[in-house]
């Protein structure tokens, strides 16, 4: 018996079940030959052994965790001429491995083999061992979303290793690419003019080369979380200098998101295909000497229980400044229910009113105070009815308008806009109980959806006065004037200092 760091391989046929079904003992040999003899020579070509066969499944192990993702990428492309119809997918996890009696043992054997379970036809996933072990340099890879796995503690990361024959559009981008909001800017083509609510996909440049990075710079303030890079192999020094801030990357080869792209643009709400250069010929800019600026300045909290729907939420603050609907790595977590408010710290220092608390311990937040978190100072200021309060902070997130013009604000406005943040997802939500609630969840409510209407508010400015009138029957807005909040049902002047309350977002008005 021995004990090593190995990295296992598990190949699996997808489908095998239904292949075989109607299939003699013969042609079960066979099938089962092919696969063995996709498998064997790759393996062992890359430094590693076939341990043993499970069925239709083979696990092999590997002394380095790059060469087992070389093989794994080797095995997944190569076609078998009997296999019509079989697919495979592998998984792979690096770790402790037991050898006893030639067979292989141990927790990184059963984290592989769950992974397997997870991966989808046609895939390659591993877990977070071989991602610290592998040199993330050499393969291009993802990263894919934590899941509980059965008998494994807590969530595990998992990761997809990305071939250069395909490329998994992030949902922002397909969507994005769908409803025509794309901007597509390359090196030898650039833009000059951004309509709102648009996703920026970056492609042809060298993560951290000096014309990226005037590129970033040519852009109007928008949230990180709409900026992406298309890239197929990246360091990780550059992968992280990238995404620390929020942006997204596209991991895959220029033809590969070139081809998914274009389907997207045919998936799009007209039918047709989007013509290629319509995506790359916006430009972009500021607005020179703006004379107001709206800022998203903050967390609105609506009070429950909401209308027979949510009985309670939580939002979580990501590293990069960002409230978010669910977070590992989150710096606090903000709950809101029938009894209050409170704050989960997630991180150490994070304290409330002077006051540190100790990650995961929570406290009521009830009055007037300030937060002190890693990322900066956040003031909690508690409401009437309707809102339990506002977290107030401004962030990158803001649009310059000249005297003269009209801006909206929303979750998508017409141009020139302030696009609202429109989180998606509903992990955030604990419902109530009823028809109305489950309704509610089948039919997509988010609070970012339910409480901010595409176009919400429109906010002029002269060299006079500053209005805000409302643009939406069903989605209310608010001004928040010191600790008064009231409805906006007519056009109302602002002054410089008031807040814009509209479902869960603050926009402040700033000087720019």
């Known amino acids: 018996m021995s004990t090593a ?37 790759i393996v062992e070509r890359h430094g590693g052994w076939v341990v043993k066969n499970i069925g239709d499944s083979f696990l092999c192990l590997f002394p380095a965790a790059t060469d087992a993702l070389r093989a794994a990428q080797d095995i997944l492309q190569i076609k078998t001429p009997g296999g019509a119809g079989l697919r495979l997918r592998l998984a792979l996890n690096t770790g402790d491995v037991e050898i006893i009696g030639g067979d292989a043992f141990g927790d990184s054997v059963n984290l592989a083999a769950r992974i397997l379970g997870l991966t989808p036809a046609g895939e390659i996933w591993f877990g977070g061992g071989t991602r610290a072990c592998m040199n993330a340099a050499e393969v291009a890879w993802e990263y894919v979303g934590r899941f509980p796995l059965k008998g494994v503690p807590g969530e595990q990361a998992c990761f997809r290793l990305v071939p250069d024959n395909q490329v998994w559009l992030p949902t922002k981008i397909a969507t994005a690419a769908q409803d025509g909001r794309l901007v597509r800017i390359r090196e030898d083509k650039p833009a000059h003019l951004l309509p709102p609510d648009s996703v920026v996909l970056f492609e042809g440049y060298a993560p951290g080369s000096p014309s990226l990075a005037a590129a970033l710079d040519a852009l109007p303030v928008l949230d990180p979380a709409s900026i992406f890079l298309a890239t197929y192999r990246i360091s ?220 919400q508010a429109a906010v002029t400015a002269t060299k006079e006065f500053i209005q805000l009138a409302p643009l939406h029957g069903d989605c209310p807005t608010y001004v928040l004037r010191g600790a008064q909040l009231g409805k906006v049902t007519k056009p109302v002047n602002l002054r410089l200092g008031d807040l814009i309350v509209a479902g869960t977002t603050v926009v402040a008005l700033r000087n720019p």
């Open 236 to 455: 990780p020094s550059e992968r992280e200098i990238w995404t620390e801030s929020g942006r997204g990357l596209v991991i895959g080869t220029a033809e590969a998101i070139e081809i998914a792209v274009r389907q997207n643009q045919l998936m799009g709400d007209s039918g047709h295909g989007v013509p290629a250069d319509s995506m790359i010929t916006v430009l972009l800019g500021r607005i020179a000497d703006a004379d107001l600026e709206l800022v998203v300045g903050g967390l609105a909290l609506p009070a429950v229980p909401l209308g027979h729907v949510v009985a309670g939420y939580h939002f979580d603050l990501n590293p990069d400044g960002r409230w978010v609907t669910h977070s590992e790595q989150s710096v606090c977590r903000i709950d809101v229910s029938r009894m209050g408010v409170r704050l989960e710290a997630r991180t150490p220092d994070i304290s409330v009113a002077g006051a540190m608390v100790p990650p995961g311990e929570s406290v009521e937040l009830q009055r007037p105070l300030t937060i002190h978190t890693p990322l900066g100072e956040i003031s909690f200021l508690p409401l009437p009815k309707g809102y339990a309060g506002v977290l107030l902070r401004d962030t990158a997130t803001r649009l310059g308008i000249k005297n003269g013009q009209t801006a909206e604000i929303g979750r998508k406005p017409n141009a020139p806009g302030l696009a609202l943040p429109n989180r998606e997802r509903q992990q955030n939500i604990r419902w109530c109980p009823g028809q109305t609630a489950k309704q509610a969840r089948e039919q997509g409510f988010t609070l970012d959806r339910g409480l901010v209407g595409r176009q």
């Open 5 to 41: 760091t190995h990295t296992v391989l598990f190949t699996d046929m997808a489908g095998y079940t239904e292949s075989v079904a109607g299939s003699d003992r013969e042609g079960l040999r066979r099938i089962l030959k092919e696969h063995e003899g996709i498998v064997r020579p």
